[in-house]
C-alpha cells in the first residue's frame, strides 16, 4: 500500500482537535467512508431485488471512490516504470466486475480503501505526537530598538536583539534574560513539569510561555538556530528516513510484483489452454493477486519503527532517523563521558591556588582566566566564567582565541598571554604538580593558568553527578550485559571517584579526544556495538567513531549535536537505556510483523493454489493482515511502553 509521508511541513498540529474531527480532515479517511456507503446502498438494493442498473451504478460509484486515488498513483508509478501494489489491487477489482462478481470486487475497494484510511490516520497520529514537541513559536515578537517597541516577525530577530517579554506570552527566540524575573513553563522543550524561575542571566528558549511576570531578554541564537528549530528540523530528517530493513523490502518488492503479475498471467492463460472456463480462471487468478500482494510486508517495518520515534520524542530523546532506531536496538557497550554527560553540565569552582611569585591576586588570576575562557563551549570553561561573574569581576576582551579540544585555550588578552588548560599539558613546576596531585586525589578537576610562559596558579572544580546517573548505569549494564565504560580527559583520581559514585568499574581517564577514538574502535574491532554519550566539542570524534552517538541537548555543543545520531533534550541519563529498550521492542515488533505478514501470505497463496479460496475471504484475509500489522506497529505510541 502506498505509504504516507510523515511532516510534510513545520507547522504545529492544532492542540486538543477531537480524533473525529482529525480523521475527517484526512481525504484517504473521506474517500473511504464515500466508498462504505456506496456499497452498504448497492449491496441493499442487490438484496432488495432492485433493478440491476441501480445497483451496479451504485457498486460502479463505489468503484470510483475507493479506487480513483490508488489508481491513479498506481498509473503514475507505472509511467515511473515502477510496479505499484496499489494499481495490481484495483485492476484486481475490476476484473472481479469483468465476469459478473461486482459484489467481491466492489468488497476489495471498500476493505482496500479502509485499510489505506487506517493506515493514512495511523501516520497521522504518529505526525501528530511528533510534532508535539515543537510546540506553539509566536509569529512575532515585541522588539526594544532606538525608537522604543515595535513588533517583529520572529524570523527576522537577529543576535543581539532586545525582546520584551510580557506576562503570558510565548517567547520569541533563544536568549539570556537581562532584566526582570518570572516563571516560564518550558515543558515543551525540557519536559519539566513546574514553571522554572528566571532572573537575569538565565537562558530561556522560544516557544516557551512567560509566567506572570516581564522579562527583558537578549536574543542569543538567530531563528534557525534556535532550540525549537533544530528539533523541527531533527524531527523532519527522522520522519523522512528509512531503515534498512525497509529499503531492502522495497526493494525486494518490485522483483516480487513483477514475479506475482508473471504468475497471475500463468494462473489465467494455463488453464484456459487446458480447457477451463474463462470465469473460474480469471476469478482464481484475481484472487491469486491479491492474496499475494505484498502490501503487509511493505507496512511492518516504518510503522513500528516511525511510532518508537514518536514515543521517544514525546520522552524527551530525538531520535535522527530509523535507521538510527535499527542500531540502537544493536547497542552491546556503552561508552560515557564524564564531565556534563555523567555528571551536571556546569561543574562548580571551589578553590583558587595563585604561585606568590607570579604576582597576581585571587581575583586578578580568576578574572584572566575567566576572560581567556569566555568564547569556550567547555563546562569547566563555562563554570570559570560563572564564579567570575559572580565575584563581580569584569571581564577582558580577548584580541585572540584559540581553542584544543582537550589541551585547553590561548588567548591574547592585552599584553598578556594567557594559557588555561589540562595539567598534562600546562603542568611544569614541582610545587604545583604536588598542589594538583593532592586536588585530584580528592576527587577534584584541575586547570592551570599560566601568563606569558609562567604558571600563574591553579583553578578546582568539582562536578556532581546527575540525578538517576547510578541507576541509569546499572540498567545499561543490565540490558547490554556489559558495564558501561567511563572515557574522560579528567585526571583518574576524579574519574575514579565519579565511577565508584555511579557504579562503573571500567575507567578511561587523562584521555585525549583521539585516545576517546582509538578506545572506541577498539570495541568496536573486537565486535562490540558501541554507543558513545557525551556533550563537548571534544567528544564529537569519538562519536563519529561509534556504531551509535547520543548527545546531551541541553548542555551539548553545536558540533556535538550535529555529530549525535539522537539528542536527549532534557539531559535525563534515566532516557539512554529506555530508549535503548524501545528500540528493541521496535525490532520485536518489526519481526513479529514480518512473521505475520509472511504467513498471512503463505496460507492464502497456498490454499488458492492448492484448493479453492473465495474471493471475500481472499479480500478479508489480504487486508486484514495489513490493517493487523499497522495497528501492531502503532502499539509503540503508548507511554507505557517507555520505561525510562
Not at 520569541?172 to 513553563?185: I, M
Amino acid at each position: 500500500m502506498t505509504s504516507h509521508p510523515v511532516l510534510q511541513d513545520a507547522r504545529p498540529p492544532a492542540v486538543g482537535r477531537p480524533m473525529r474531527e482529525r480523521a475527517w480532515s484526512l481525504p484517504e479517511v473521506r474517500w473511504a467512508l464515500a466508498a462504505s456507503g456506496l456499497f452498504g446502498c448497492a449491496a441493499a438494493a442487490h438484496l432488495l431485488g432492485k433493478p440491476a442498473w441501480l445497483y451496479w451504478g451504485l457498486y460502479l460509484a463505489c468503484y470510483v471512490a475507493g479506487g480513483w486515488q490508488p489508481g491513479l498513483d498506481g498509473l503514475i508509478a507505472l509511467r515511473r516504470r515502477s510496479l505499484d501494489v496499489d494499481l495490481l489491487m484495483v485492476v484486481a477489482a475490476l476484473g472481479a466486475a469483468a465476469i459478473g462478481q461486482i459484489f467481491d470486487g466492489a468488497l476489495l475497494i471498500v476493505i482496500f480503501a479502509t485499510s489505506g484510511a487506517l493506515e493514512a490516520l495511523a501516520t497521522k497520529r504518529t505526525e501528530d505526537s511528533v510534532r508535539g514537541l515543537l510546540g506553539l513559536t509566536p509569529e512575532t515578537a515585541t522588539r526594544i530598538g532606538d525608537s522604543g517597541e515595535e513588533l517583529v516577525g520572529t524570523a527576522e530577530l537577529a543576535v543581539g536583539d532586545l525582546l520584551l517579554i510580557r506576562p503570558g506570552e510565548r517567547i520569541g527566540g533563544d536568549g539570556v534574560v537581562v532584566d526582570g524575573a518570572s516563571a516560564v513553563d518550558q515543558a515543551t522543550i525540557t519536559g519539566e513539569p513546574l514553571p522554572v524561575d528566571k532572573t537575569a542571566g538565565d537562558e530561556v528558549f522560544a516557544g516557551t510561555v512567560n509566567g506572570t511576570g516581564t522579562l527583558w531578554v537578549r536574543v542569543q541564537r538567530p531563528s534557525a538556530d534556535t532550540v525549537i528549530s533544530r528539533i523541527g528540523a531533527m524531527v523532519a530528517e527522522a520522519s523522512a528516513s528509512k531503515a534498512r530493513t525497509q529499503l531492502f523490502i522495497e526493494k525486494v518488492e518490485q522483483r516480487y510484483s513483477a514475479l506475482m503479475v508473471a504468475a497471475t498471467i500463468a494462473l489465467l492463460t494455463i488453464p484456459l489452454l487446458l480447457g477451463s472456463d474463462l470465469r473460474s480462471a480469471l476469478l482464481r487468478a484475481m484472487t491469486f493477486m491479491i492474496v499475494a500482494s505484498p502490501c503487509a510486508l511493505v507496512l511492518s517495518t516504518m510503522p513500528p519503527l516511525l511510532a518508537a520515534i514518536a514515543n521517544a520524542g514525546r520522552h524527551g530523546v530525538l531520535v535522527k532517523s530509523a535507521v538510527v532506531l535499527e542500531k540502537l536496538a544493536t547497542v552491546s557497550r556503552v561508552a560515557l563521558d564524564k564531565t556534563g554527560t555523567l555528571t551536571l553540565g556546569v561543574p562548580a569552582l571551589t578553590g583558587i591556588h595563585v604561585r606568590p611569585e607570579s604576582g597576581f591576586g585571587r581575583a586578578e588570576l580568576l578574572a584572566l582566566a575567566a576572560s581567556a575562557e569566555h568564547p569556550s563551549e567547555h563546562p569547566l570553561a563555562r563554570a570559570i566564567v560563572a564564579a567570575a561573574r559572580d565575584a563581580g569581576l569584569a571581564l577582558r576582551p580577548t584580541v585572540s582565541f584559540t581553542s584544543a579540544p582537550g589541551r585547553g585555550v590561548r588567548a591574547r588578552i592585552g599584553d598578556d598571554t594567557v594559557e588555561v588548560g589540562s595539567p598534562g599539558q600546562l603542568g611544569d613546576d614541582a610545587t604545583v604538580g604536588q598542589l594538583v596531585h593532592t586536588s585530584e586525589r580528592a576527587g577534584r578537576t584541575t586547570v592551570i593558568v599560566r601568563v606569558n610562559g609562567a604558571t600563574a596558579g591553579v583553578l578546582e572544580l568539582t562536578a556532581h553527578p546527575r540525578d538517576g546517573a547510578a541507576d541509569a548505569v546499572a540498567r545499561l549494564e543490565s540490558l547490554t550485559g556489559t558495564t558501561p565504560l567511563l572515557l574522560t580527559g579528567d585526571n583518574p583520581q576524579a574519574a575514579s571517584q565519579l565511577a565508584a559514585d555511579v557504579g562503573i568499574a571500567d575507567v578511561h581517564a587523562a584521555l585525549l579526544p583521539e585516545d576517546k577514538v582509538a578506545i572506541v574502535r577498539g570495541l568496536e574491532a573486537d565486535g562490540a556495538a558501541v554507543m558513545f554519550v557525551g556533550d563537548g566539542v571534544n567528544d564529537a570524534p569519538a562519536m563519529a567513531a561509534a556504531r551509535v552517538a547520543v548527545a546531551m541537548g541541553r548542555t551539548g555543543s553545536d558540533l556535538t549535536l550535529q555529530t549525535a545520531d539522537a539528542v536527549i533534550t532534557r539531559d535525563e541519563l534515566r532516557a539512554l537505556p529506555a530508549i535503548v529498550a524501545l528500540a528493541r521492542r521496535a525490532r520485536r515488533v518489526v519481526t513479529a510483523n514480518l512473521l505475520i505478514a509472511a504467513t498471512f501470505i503463505v496460507v492464502l497463496v497456498g490454499w488458492d493454489l492448492l484448493g479453492h479460496l473465495p474471493l471475500p475471504l481472499g479480500v478479508a484475509g489480504h487486508e486484514g493482515s495489513t490493517i493487523l500489522v499497522g495497528l501492531n506497529g502503532l502499539r509503540l505510541l503508548r507511554d507505557r511502553t517507555w520505561s525510562a
